[in-house]
């Protein structure tokens, strides 16, 4: 049973430039929510993703957006990359109605801006 | 709102020693809490958590916390660090019954002497 995939592992990106990154869920899980984690901070919610819409929203700009695809999977989109974009990205999914709502991460997107 | 403050953003204990690792929270309402371990450049692994029922929560690893809601604390304890137990401990809150983000704290370090 495969856990949480992310992709790619490492980016690097310039100033100004947009990113895409990807992430499956697990197996059998349909909601999927994006992380920021900031050097030396705690993971910060961006959004949340079920039946291929944003459920919920955290404080971050409209620069970061998203999708959900009929199969679960995900992307984050970031445009107009600022270096505090710098971070590690991670994914999260869960299952919708199941209690306690656990959500399982993936190993994250290293993403670096220069 | 809720939030999380994790108390000691590095801890060092000796092999062999009591693992405290602080955490306090503030919620609303009744809460979920969690703890997740994070390895260099790895992501987050689910320790253990508090939903309902037995306020002793035994993990994996031989971790274990207790939630002490008078005090709105879940402190993590180990009675004897290991060497592998060096990692970024992060305590995590979700309100319960509300399918959607975690808040976590910024993290504590844990370093094992040898």
């Known amino acids: 049973d495969a856990g949480v995939t992310q992709s790619p592992t490492h980016l690097i990106k310039t100033r100004g430039q947009q990113v895409t990154l990807r992430c499956s869920p697990k197996s059998g899980h349909d909601t999927v929510s994006w992380y920021q984690q900031a050097l030396g901070q705690g993971p910060q919610f961006i959004f949340q993703y079920y039946e291929e819409e944003e459920r919920q929203r955290g404080n971050f700009p409209d620069r970061f957006s998203g999708h959900q695809f009929p199969n679960y999977s995900s992307e984050l989109n970031v445009n107009a990359l600022l270096l505090g974009d710098s971070a590690l990205y991670l994914c999260?999914?869960?299952?919708?109605?199941?209690?306690?709502?656990?959500?399982?991460f993936g190993p994250g997107t290293r993403l670096t801006v220069t | 709102a809720q939030s999380v403050t994790q108390l000691g953003s590095h801890v060092s204990v000796s092999e062999g020693a009591l693992v405290l690792l602080r955490c306090n929270y503030s919620s609303s309402v009744p809460p979920y809490l969690f703890w997740y371990v994070q390895y260099p450049n790895q992501g987050l692994q689910l320790l253990l958590k508090?939903?309902?029922?037995?306020?002793l929560v035994k993990g994996i690893n031989g971790f274990e916390a207790e939630f002490k809601k008078s005090e709105t604390s879940f402190h993590l304890t180990k009675p004897s660090a290991h060497m592998s137990d060096a990692a970024e401990y992060f305590c995590?809150?979700?309100?319960?019954?509300?399918?959607?983000?975690?808040?976590f704290g910024k993290g504590t370090r844990l370093h094992i002497l040898p």
């Open positions: 999260a999914s869960s299952l919708a109605g199941d209690w306690p709502y656990e959500q399982y």
């Open positions: 995590a809150v979700r309100e319960m019954n509300r399918d959607d983000k975690i808040i």
């Open positions: 508090y939903t309902t029922g037995a306020t």
